[in-house]
């Protein structure tokens, strides 16, 4: 598939990356025996991952563009520590494909895919062009940018209301509107592509159809620089808040051995259009018909990538390893079997009471759960502060079972154990979508959090039926307006300047 000059065994790692990443990576290199390096701002000189490496090095002040997204100071650092590799994490400098190639004109190994794959999907229309050419099934819309409001007109009308207009460039739910009439299009569009120049310096956009009650399933795949690629099943992480991701799960309660199969053959495609190798992820939209679309292609390690690992009985980042290191997989698609079930909340210090905002502060108590089945994926201890710099995420608690209903009473138990105070966090509000009946039954999509959840659930000190009918009764009022200003969209919790 590709020029492969054969390397030899990778002896040391810098790790671009801080907090929770950067300990899991170090974890997998640590067991091959391979030295890792840390690399730090001047805000975590104290952190965990600083003492958790062989060698720390800091790179700058506390914001990410005079640290964690200096690229060349990376590079200069690997090369002075005699690193043979750099692994990106996720977010910061992960899909920057300027970065991959300067890792490789300096000598170094980049421990993810080629610049030329990460170009060809990291942008949308860019994506479903791509995919198209490998009949990779797209939600109903135009898969090229548009600028002249009269055209998009038209092509609004062809489509159909509702629609949805995307930017091409960037995430997170920026310069994206839901237009359900004609009447309010041209105002809509123009305040997207306002919003995208302004966030990504690119006013391109596109137009699909809205697709109203979207679920979010992606698909894990894996692949060496020989052509294998295969897929590690799907993850279910339609539970998001701001157009992010808080709960994911594998393998997702709705999807037939049939229809999983369909759609990791398709994501395996998706790979094989873009000469992909390492570690990705190929995420789709499905509508209540069980119809999946293609999103985009994350040409990285995910946050969520520890409930596929659990399921599969794999390490991801060693076999990312293995891969840069140009070693064949040594498995096959028929190999990989699902064994049980495994969820992961994102513990975030955030304020569920105050729209998930921020919050910063001392960890005064900070214990984690223990136990067969549970996983606690961390950078912090107690007494540590939590840093107003970077991505509130303080933990990924993973729990594992031989069921769905039995890995979320362990989850349940797991968070009733998770002793955290001095800031707020999204501890109560993951015991909530645990124990909420349209959750425990498979029955939601990607409006959960606004369909479902307010603040008075937390703070009311009623009886289980008074919160029910609190519940019941948000269900009713909400369910008419649901919706209208909130998009569906592939999303990353790990992008631009964020961790």
């Not at 739910?173 to 305040?191: C, T």
């Not at 701001?242 to 495609?269: F, N, Y």
Request: proline share 4%; glycine share 6%.
């Amino acid at each position: 598939m590709n020029n492969i000059t054969k390397v030899s065994k990778i002896s040391k790692v810098l790790v671009a990356n801080r907090g929770e990443i950067a300990i899991r990576i170090m974890r997998s290199l640590h067991e091959m025996q391979i030295a890792s390096v840390a690399v730090y701002s001047t805000a975590d000189r104290n952190a965990l991952h600083v003492r958790f490496a062989q060698q720390a090095f800091c790179i700058g002040e506390p914001a990410s563009t005079q640290s964690y997204l200096r690229g060349d100071k990376i590079i200069e650092v690997a090369i002075e520590a005699g690193c043979d590799a750099i692994h990106p994490g996720y977010g910061f400098l992960s899909e920057n494909a300027a970065f991959a190639d300067a890792v490789k004109a300096a000598g170094l190994i980049f421990i993810g895919p080629s610049a030329e794959s990460m170009n060809k999907m990291g942008d949308k229309i860019s994506a479903k062009n791509t995919a198209k050419s490998f009949n990779i099934p797209l939600v109903p819309g135009i898969d090229y940018a548009i600028r002249d409001i009269e055209e998009a007109k038209k092509i609004a009308h062809q489509i159909g209301f509702p629609v949805l207009i995307k930017a091409s460039a960037g995430g997170g739910g920026k310069g994206m509107r839901i237009v359900h009439d004609a009447a309010s299009f041209e105002e809509l569009l123009k305040l997207a592509q306002s919003e995208a120049m302004s966030s990504f310096n690119d006013d391109a956009v596109f137009i699909e159809k809205y697709v109203a009650k979207p679920r979010h399933i992606e698909v894990q795949v894996l692949g060496d620089m020989y052509g294998n690629l295969v897929y590690l099943f799907e993850r279910e992480c339609s539970v998001q808040r701001r157009h992010q991701k808080v709960i994911e799960e594998a393998p997702s309660s709705i999807l037939t051995p049939d229809l999983r199969k369909k759609m990791g053959e398709c994501a395996v495609q998706a790979a094989r259009s873009c000469n992909y190798y390492n570690a990705g992820t190929v995420e789709f939209l499905m509508d209540e018909q069980l119809n999946f679309y293609f999103l985009e292609m994350n040409t990285r390690l995910q946050v969520e990538h520890p409930v596929s690992e659990i399921i599969t009985g794999l390490d991801l980042v060693k076999e990312q390893i293995k891969i840069a290191e140009g070693q064949e997989l040594s498995f096959k698609q028929d190999d990989l079997k699902i064994n049980g079930h495994a969820i992961e909340v994102r513990v975030y210090a955030e304020d569920p009471l105050n729209q998930f905002l921020p919050d910063i502060g001392k960890l005064v108590t900070y214990k984690i759960p223990q136990g067969p089945g549970v996983r606690v994926d961390d950078a912090y201890e107690e007494g540590m502060d939590i840093p107003i710099y970077y991505d509130p995420m303080i933990a990924k608690l993973i729990t594992h079972a031989e069921s769905r209903q039995a890995a979320i009473d362990k989850m349940i138990q797991a968070i009733d154990n998770y002793q955290i105070s001095g800031v707020a966090t999204t501890l109560g509000f993951c015991k909530f979508v645990m124990q909420h009946e349209a959750f425990v039954s498979g029955n939601f999509d990607t409006h959960f959090v606004p369909l479902y959840f307010k603040p008075e659930v937390l703070t009311n000190n009623g009886t289980d039926n008074d919160i029910a009918v609190l519940m019941a009764a948000m269900v009713l009022s909400e369910k008419q307006q649901i919706i209208a200003d909130e998009p569906y969209t592939a999303t990353s919790n790990w992008k631009r300047n964020r961790q």
